[in-house]
């Protein structure tokens, strides 16, 4: 990365961590071979295959029979909700909310085509889910409650072990997306009382391209990938041993730093939204009022449009965005902003700190942040902004093509 550059966008993605990246090299050769051939080599892939689930399970409160490795959160939200369905032998009702990450809401929308009916909850102006309109929404047929432990946009956490345990009550399997909590939240899924839980190790300084579904003992899953009958049939698949050597050491080092970590970026956080309220007017924070994950801050701007404070900001050296990375080239609303009762073309800037953010770089951020907003205010676009906008068209036109 540009050493003159500032990133603020860990939601999207954090950089791999030096240890990790150590411990996926160590284990390149020894876990390229297949563990689950029968020769020495494999045995000894298996053999670091299996440790690395057992110190995940250990980390989670959870047995090693319960972890199966997926390609990404992603994948894992899609086996949690599809394979949940797939096994269940009665004509099925889910209940998820409105916020939803689009990987858990594209996969609805693929049950609701197939005949599954789909309740989404409303959320109030912070963006939480109230667990009475839960349970009223729950009816016989309910087979499947999903509900984000904290929302990637504007980070607010949801009531997570109360959900769980109304579903339990009624008999309704329950999964969490957790993708945005491990850096700041606690994963134990005892405490939590969820039957599925899925995470991504580039969300907390872990390799891209390998996630965990944690499945309780119990919880009738069909697999969505088939073939070879890995990960005790559930996801079928080469796996990934060094990678999944790496999620297991971030998941790790995460739950370790995890205490001081949420204390030194929350107050980093709250410096930023304070700062920024006192120096520029209109200016409000997203989901301010509930309890958030320590590095989230989503902001709103009277007159001014997030796109435009985006490119503004990346120009000036401050890498945020706009939301979900997943839909960020598309410029469009935030779903999650509109359900929050924002409008219906309701956008914010998603600032989001790491471990390495220093207040230095906050005070930085909050200078160009100042000033972009003054100039887009009083100008609109200059030609140097209408460039950066060009760029982020044409993305957005490449990312549709290739959709």
């Not at 160590?26 to 689950?36: E, K, R």
């Not at 469009?332 to 902003?337: A, D, E, M, R, T």
Request: with cysteine; aromatic share 4%; hydrophobic share 45%.
């Amino acid at each position: 990365m540009n050493s003159n550059r500032i990133y603020m966008d860990h939601a999207a993605t954090t950089p791999i961590r030096r240890e990790v990246t150590r411990a996926v090299d160590d284990a390149a050769l020894p876990g390229s071979f297949n563990p689950s051939s029968l020769h020495a080599e494999g045995r000894r892939a298996r053999f670091i295959l299996d440790d690395a689930r057992d110190r995940v399970a250990a980390a989670i409160g959870a047995r090693r029979t319960e972890i199966v490795f997926t390609s990404g959160g992603t994948e894992a939200n899609n086996l949690a909700l599809l394979g949940v369905i797939a096994a269940s032998p009665r004509p099925a009702h889910v209940v998820a909310s409105a916020i939803e990450h689009h990987a858990v809401l594209a996969a609805l929308e693929g049950l609701q085509a197939g005949g599954v009916e789909v309740t989404l909850l409303p959320v109030d102006g912070e963006g939480r889910v109230d667990p009475a309109v839960f349970e009223r929404a729950l009816r016989p047929a309910t087979v499947l409650a999903s509900f984000m432990y904290a929302n990637n946009e504007v980070g607010t956490i949801e009531p997570i072990a109360r959900l769980a345990a109304i579903a339990r009550r009624h008999g309704v399997v329950f999964h969490t997306d957790a993708v945005a909590a491990p850096l700041w939240l606690s994963l134990d899924v005892q405490a939590l009382g969820v039957d599925l839980l899925s995470l991504a190790a580039h969300k907390f300084y872990g390799p891209k391209g390998v996630g965990v579904l944690y499945v309780r003992d119990g919880v009738p899953l069909a697999p969505q990938i088939v073939g070879g009958g890995q990960e005790s049939g559930r996801r079928s698949g080469t796996p990934n041993v060094p990678g999944i050597v790496g999620l297991a050491l971030a998941l790790e080092l995460a739950e370790a730093d995890r205490p001081g970590a949420a204390q030194r970026v929350g107050a980093l956080r709250d410096h930023l939204e304070s700062e920024t309220r006192r120096r520029v007017p209109g200016a409000a924070v997203n989901g301010g009022g509930a309890a958030r994950l320590p590095g989230f801050s989503n902001l709103s701007f009277e007159g001014v449009e997030a796109s435009e404070l985006l490119v503004a900001l990346d120009l000036a050296g401050i890498a945020v965005s706009g939301g979900s990375a997943c839909t960020s080239g598309t410029l469009g609303p935030s779903h999650v902003l509109r359900a929050m009762g924002k409008g219906q073309n309701a956008t914010g800037v998603r600032f989001t700190l790491g471990a390495a953010t220093t207040l230095e770089e906050i005070e930085v951020a909050i200078v160009a942040l100042v000033a972009a907003v003054a100039q887009l205010r009083a100008r609109g676009d200059s030609p140097l902004l209408s460039r950066g906008k060009g760029r982020l068209e044409t993305n957005r036109a490449r990312l549709e093509a290739e959709a």
